[in-house]
């Protein structure tokens, strides 16, 4: 159950509450669509500024789902609000990713160990170097228990995290430098996540769907987006069922 708290971005609707496993795609609309779906008897939290929050029962366990926006500034101040102002203990992002390995294919599952990013944002930490942003150990191995049972074999490894979705021309040749590194895909919130959850002592994982190819330059239609994504949406949410009855 979430305590009383004055939030700037999330103001809970009365008689509701946010479990302590919360669900974060980018797009409200799809933490809607995943509520109604997946969840037993969903109640809306949140509606300020439309970013759409809602709590339901998941296998008998409570579960919450929300939209978090594009970018790491973003994804920074809803998970921020939900660990220290809501109790939250763990946050999943579950998102589209652009594939950096021939071998990752679109409609494939990604899962970041690790996310290397160009953002400044963890600089505030103050920590001299780099604060290198981590998945939390017990929700990979949580999702990677998961996986097993679910018959889904996704890609574990570092990402990349831009504050950049169209780049200038003199860095046309980042894609290519960011594969010879071992980067799986490229994405836009989940380093900000990571320094957030590690900041706040809370626990956090993210995982993708490759919707597009950086390699190939394939790309998912709208409809493929929508049907695909339910293997990493199944598989966050049993992760999450995992993580909530512990």
């Known amino acids: 159950m979430a305590k009383e708290s004055i939030s700037a971005s999330i103001s809970l609707n009365e008689g509701t509450s946010i479990a302590k496993v919360v669900l974060m795609p980018g797009d409200p609309l799809r933490a ?136 200038p021309k003199a860095n046309a040749d980042l894609p290519q430098r960011l594969t010879d590194l071992g980067m799986l895909a490229v994405e836009m919130e989940s380093a900000g996540l990571y320094w957030t959850a590690q900041g706040c002592h809370k626990k956090a994982l993210a995982m993708f769907t490759a919707s597009d190819s950086l390699i190939s330059h394939e790309a998912m239609t709208a409809e493929e987006r929508q049907n695909s994504f339910d293997t990493m949406m199944c598989l966050g949410l049993e992760t999450a069922w995992t993580v909530a009855g512990e």
């Open 32 to 167: 809607k669509r995943i509520a109604e779906k997946y969840l037993e008897n969903p109640v809306c939290f949140n509606n300020v500024r439309n970013m759409l929050g809602f709590t339901g029962i998941y296998k008998g366990r409570e579960v919450s789902v929300m939209g978090h926006g594009m970018g790491i500034p973003s994804v920074g101040i809803y998970s921020t609000e939900l660990y220290e102002q809501f109790d939250v203990d763990a946050i999943i992002r579950i998102g589209s990713t652009g594939s950096l390995q021939p071998d990752v294919h679109l409609g494939d599952v990604v899962v970041a160990m690790g996310s290397s990013s160009n953002s400044s944002y963890g600089d505030i930490y103050g920590l001299p170097g780099t604060f290198a942003p981590v998945a939390n150990y017990e929700l990979l191995k949580a999702c990677m228990d998961a996986a097993e049972k679910l018959g889904v074999h996704p890609h574990v490894g570092q990402v990349y995290s831009s504050d950049q979705f169209y780049y």
